[in-house]
């Protein structure tokens, strides 16, 4: 029995050597990004190989309102927001936990994509002949159309939500007349289509250039030489006030990782090119996360 004894004992603390270096490893910063095949979801695939450190989860979700929801539920500690859905929680919806949101790193602008059947460009020729049609939406476009629509006083006739951009393309012609789609161009879904699909302009940039700026499309698969003009809103990696240095140090090395290998994301082959748009420099509109809770 004592030699038993002693056989456990050995076994005990062999079992809390093993454990002990588990517990300290850090935990993942959980991200939000979006559709897999979106341009979120590209960014944080290459975050994540230029910033091993620290470690990063990305959960796929429907896009802007739903990483928002996430990050303010502690769901994600860090997520991809289009900034007018930030202020939309903040202005129509009045949710005071909005106001613990920070910005963690401005982006790139997300542009404006209103594509249209080619067989309906004599009938819609741009933004204002949404009037009294059908449009389809996603995500945070769902935000962002219904501003524009409530700025410009354009009335569709039916605003519909749907899923994902796969599923709102499947429907133009048949149940909707428009998709209206934002996000940072070239959006793989646009680029795969073919010539039997239009983008028509957003011509009424001077009610909006509050918030939205102006910008251009341009996709040689829909045969629209010389592009599209439209208006783009700010992207956001957005996090919330935290204290503990247990969650600001890893948000602060993650945005540090960013600006330093800005250069690597920029020139690498394949990587997406609107890291090309990011300037550390910009603090955008929204509160910003700083190391110590101004």
């Not at 962002?144 to 429907?171: C, E, H, W, Y």
């Not at 289509?193 to 499309?217: D, G, H, M, R, W």
């Not at 090395?253 to 960013?258: A, E, P, V």
């Amino acid at each position: 029995m004592k030699g038993w004894g002693s056989v456990c004992a050995v076994i005990a603390v062999a079992l809390a050597l093993l454990v002990w270096p588990a517990a300290g490893q850090q935990q993942p910063l959980v991200v939000a990004t979006g559709d897999p095949s979106g341009t979120y979801a590209r960014f944080f695939d290459e975050i994540q190989k230029a910033c091993p450190q620290p470690p990063l989860r990305g959960v796929a979700s429907k896009g802007s309102i739903e990483n928002l929801e996430r990050v303010m539920n502690n769901q994600a500690s860090v997520g991809f927001v289009q900034v007018d859905v930030l202020f939309a929680k903040r202005l129509i919806e009045h949710d005071p936990n909005v106001e613990h949101i920070r910005t963690l790193l401005v982006l790139y602008l997300e542009e404006v994509h209103i594509l249209i059947p080619a067989s309906s460009a004599t009938s819609i020729q741009d933004f204002k002949n949404l009037a009294g049609k059908r449009v389809g939406v996603y995500g945070g476009s769902g935000i962002t159309a219904r501003i524009l629509f409530a700025v410009t006083k354009v009335n569709p006739a039916m605003l519909t939500d749907f899923s994902g951009p796969q599923d709102a393309v499947r429907a133009l012609g048949t149940k909707i007349d428009a998709v209206l789609g934002v996000g940072g161009k070239p959006l793989p879904w646009v680029a795969a289509l073919t010539s039997k699909y239009k983008l028509v302009p957003f011509n009424e940039y001077a009610q909006v250039s509050n918030i939205y700026f102006p910008a251009q499309l341009d996709y040689s698969n829909l045969d629209q030489p010389g592009g599209v003009r439209t208006i783009g809103v700010p992207s956001l990696l957005i996090t919330r006030d935290y204290q503990t240095p247990e969650m600001v140090t890893p948000l602060v090395n993650l945005r540090s990782c960013i600006v330093k290998n800005l250069d690597t994301l920029r020139e690498t082959v394949g990587n997406h090119p609107k890291w090309g748009q990011v300037d550390p420099s910009m603090k955008g509109p929204w509160s910003y996360f700083q190391s110590t809770t101004p």
